[in-house]
């Protein structure tokens, strides 16, 4: 990744080019109507379901769309990135698909599952201690300087904000077919790289479309830094059930998108998100783990009242990813 300049922002054109790119190798996932939730809400919901994307989460889309673009010479040297898990096993996926060797900086305390499938890909896997405040992406650079690899980071990139970008197309191109156009579209926000991507993708097709970042409650950074007109950081780093979603401060690439072409959040709690996922769990067999829940959390919490009517409008949520431990998930369904 280059240094931050505006000039060399993403654009629809290269949310475009990453379609070419991913067609064929991502999957092309569903964008799914429930009548009980259209009812519940008095609009026509839908919900791009990223859990069946490959690995299970959105990520891999920018993590292949990135990777794919690295020069010949350089992929021997394979690629480095730090996660709390769903960007792991993304990159470690696209590296696999494309022959390269790949090693992830993952915290000690990430969800089992996470750690153990990043591995399962045939990433090499270097865990630090998040709690005790080491820094991962002095880590990741070290070993990218160190080997002469390329660093991928989880969503500070042009290209892999381009990736992300692709699910934007894939919502406007499906809802097109059914004569509809998104009038309300929410999307997580930890970075910022898929609300990015989406808003670019959306916003090519479908001008009109007003989107929202959707974030836990505490881990607003996106949201106050709408209001504040600049990046702000969280004050908490760990403490909400969101492991997804805890990134510190929008990034330096995602923001100056997010402010242009979304500019408003909403929060939800862990209690609301942990509704939402027994929610998709009861009413609609989905797997949703918590991060991948957060929009979906906000539909049904009502945090769009008093912002905007959705009454009889297209609303669109992601469910960005479903990689949720067992025991975790066990607690929310049984609530």
């Known amino acids: 990744m280059g240094h931050f300049d ?7 054109a290269d949310v475009e080019s990453a379609v070419a790119r991913l067609k064929g190798v991502a999957v092309r996932t569903p964008l799914i109507n429930a009548p009980v939730l259209d009812e519940r809400l008095g609009a026509r919901v839908f919900l791009k379901a990223e859990i069946l994307q490959r690995t299970g989460s959105f990520k891999f889309r920018g993590a292949y769309n990135r990777i794919s673009q690295i020069p010949a010479d350089r992929r021997a040297a394979g690629v480095v ?10 990159v470690a996926a696209a590296a696999k698909l494309l022959g390269m060797p790949a090693t992830i900086v993952m915290p000690d305390d990430a969800p ?29 650079e070290a070993i990218v300087k160190e080997r002469g690899a390329t660093l991928v980071p989880p969503y500070d990139d042009p290209m892999i904000i381009a990736g992300q970008g692709t699910i934007g197309v894939e919502i406007a191109e499906d809802l097109d077919k059914l004569g509809l156009k998104p009038d309300i579209v929410v999307v997580g926000a930890s970075g910022g790289g898929l609300a990015a991507g989406v808003s670019l ?25 709408f209001v504040r007109g600049e ?6 780093i760990t403490g909400s059930i969101c492991d997804a979603l805890m990134s510190n401060t929008p990034g330096e690439w995602t923001f100056p998108i997010n402010k242009e072409l979304i500019g408003q959040g909403i929060a939800a709690s862990d209690e ?12 609609l ?4 783990e918590p991060g991948g829940a957060i929009g979906l959390a906000s539909l049904l919490a009502g945090k769009l009242d008093g912002i905007v009517d959705i009454r009889g409008k297209t609303v669109v949520a992601i469910l960005s990813g479903g990689n949720v431990d067992v025991e975790m998930y066990a607690k929310l369904i049984a609530g």
């Open 231 to 236: 990046r702000v950081a969280n004050e908490k």
């Open 285 to 288: 067999k989905l797997v949703v």
């Open 272 to 283: 609301e998100v942990g509704a939402a996922v027994r929610y998709a769990f009861n009413e």
């Open 201 to 225: 993708g959306i916003k090519s097709r479908a001008a009109s479309a007003r989107l929202f970042t959707a974030e836990p409650k505490d881990f607003d950074d996106t949201l106050r830094s």
């Open 6 to 12: 505006q000039k060399l922002l993403p654009t629809a």
């Open 112 to 140: 089992k599952a996470k750690l153990a499938r990043t591995r399962a890909l045939g990433a090499e896997v270097v865990t630090y201690d998040r709690v005790g405040g080491a820094d991962r992406a002095a880590i990741a």
């Open 81 to 90: 990135a730090y996660s709390s898990g769903n960007h792991a096993q993304g």
